[in-house]
Nanobody, 124 residues
Framework: QVQLVESGGGLVQAGGSLRLSCAAS????????MGWFRQAPGKEREFVAR????????YYADSVKGRFTISRDNAKNTVYLQMNSLKPENTAVYYC?????????????????WGKGTQVTVSS
């Protein structure tokens, strides 16, 4: 069982930045593809970004490309999401998720472990 704990959410003005962190309780963190997802009020959960376990390659939803950056520190068992140029429509609960030894997936159903989420609110 892997526990994921997100942090770093909060209230920020449009155009501002936040850095989310997700700490994982596993010694094999380096073998997990990690993803960030978000769910806005009244909407379905959606993919934001992911970083694969094998070579650290990344993939982003079109809506965040060029503004968000996912990264990982395997020594700290932590994945990050740097969010710049935030917009009010980025307001959501952000979740990190993990899947073991899967090379590449943006599919919510493929991720095995989920954190409880952290709220990000962007004011206009």
């Amino acid at each position: 069982q892997v526990q994921l704990v997100e942090s770093g959410g909060g209230l920020v003005q449009a155009g501002g930045s936040l850095r989310l962190s997700c700490a994982a309780s596993t010694r094999t963190f380096s073998r997990y593809t990690m993803g960030w997802f978000r769910q806005a009020p009244g909407k379905e959960r959606e993919f934001v970004a992911r970083i694969i376990w094998s070579d650290g390659s990344t993939y982003y939803a079109d809506s965040v490309k060029g503004r968000f950056t996912i990264s990982r520190d395997n020594a700290k068992n932590t994945v990050y999401l740097q969010m710049n140029s935030l917009k009010p429509e980025n307001t959501a609960v952000y979740y990190c998720a993990a899947v073991f030894l899967v090379a590449s997936t943006n599919n919510i159903a493929d991720y095995t472990y989920w954190g409880k989420g952290t709220q990000v609110t962007v004011s206009s």
